[in-house]
Structures are given as structure tokens and as C-alpha cells.
């Protein structure tokens, strides 16, 4: 019976190893035989996979380059009214040289939370009482 073909082209390996499962995995290129390697565990990446993990960590990266960006907007952006309040926080909150406020008029101290409890009125009419030269 030589009408009989045999299949010894074709094997099952069993025993593969697993594909990779790093987090950062760091590739390694075979040009020659046109695969990919992770440096870290040894397993053979596909290289579309490769490729794709590559591309999905750079884009990552620039989207954390344009939230920087907006960031660095926002601070040049910076209201000058905004920096008395940021000269309050560092006095107050400073570790060593913990400052309490003094009332410019009465002169007594008090505590930056006890803002949060007190009365607010608009610039203007603050103003006009100043201009007026009644008592602030």
C-alpha cells in the first residue's frame, strides 16, 4: 500500500511558552527572521502586537504632553489678582514660619478661616466708600 501519504511537515509544540505579559515590555528586533522579542520575560511577540503596545504607550505619552501643555496655558493665564491669595496661602501655610493676619485697620489677628464666615461685598462699592473716605 504505497497510496499512503505521511503528514511530517506539520508539528504541535505543546510546551510554548506564554505570551508576554509585561506591563513595559522592552522589544528586541530579529530583522533577519522577522520577529520580536521581549527583552524582559523572552517570549516571541507578534510584531502588529509589537507595534500596537508601541504605539498605544506613545500616544499616552502625548496626551499626558497636552494636559502639560493646558496646564502651562493655564499658568501663564495667571490672574495678578490671583497672586495676594497665593502670597496668603504661603504665609499661612508655611511650615517653619507659620504667619497669622493682622487687620490693616484694628490691627488685631486673626485666622484666614474666619474669612470663610464674614460678609463679602463688590469691588465697586468697596471702592466707592474708599473714594468717599467713609470707614472700610
Known amino acids: 500500500m504505497s497510496d499512503v501519504l505521511r503528514f511530517d511537515v506539520l508539528r504541535i509544540k505543546s510546551k510554548m511558552r506564554k505570551k508576554c505579559q509585561c506591563l ?3 522589544y528586541e528586533i ?3 527572521n522577522n520577529t520580536v522579542e521581549c527583552r524582559d520575560c523572552g517570549a516571541y ?8 503596545n508601541i ?9 499626558y504632553m497636552n494636559q502639560l501643555r493646558e496646564e502651562k ?3 501663564e493665564k495667571y490672574q495678578p489678582r490671583l497672586k495676594i491669595i497665593k502670597y496668603l496661602e504661603q504665609q499661612y501655610a508655611g511650615a517653619r514660619n ?3 493676619p493682622s487687620c490693616p485697620h484694628c490691627k488685631k489677628f486673626f485666622d484666614l478661616e474666619d474669612l470663610r464666615h464674614v460678609a463679602w461685598q463688590g469691588r465697586a ?4 466708600i474708599k473714594h468717599l473716605g467713609g470707614d472700610i
Open 125 to 128: 462699592y468697596y471702592e466707592q
Open 73 to 75: 496655558q493655564a499658568l
Open 98 to 100: 507659620a504667619m497669622v
Open 45 to 52: 511577540v507578534d510584531p502588529i502586537t509589537a507595534l500596537y
Open 24 to 26: 513595559e515590555p522592552k
Open 55 to 63: 504605539a498605544i504607550k506613545y500616544q499616552r505619552i502625548d496626551d
Open 30 to 32: 530579529d530583522i533577519v
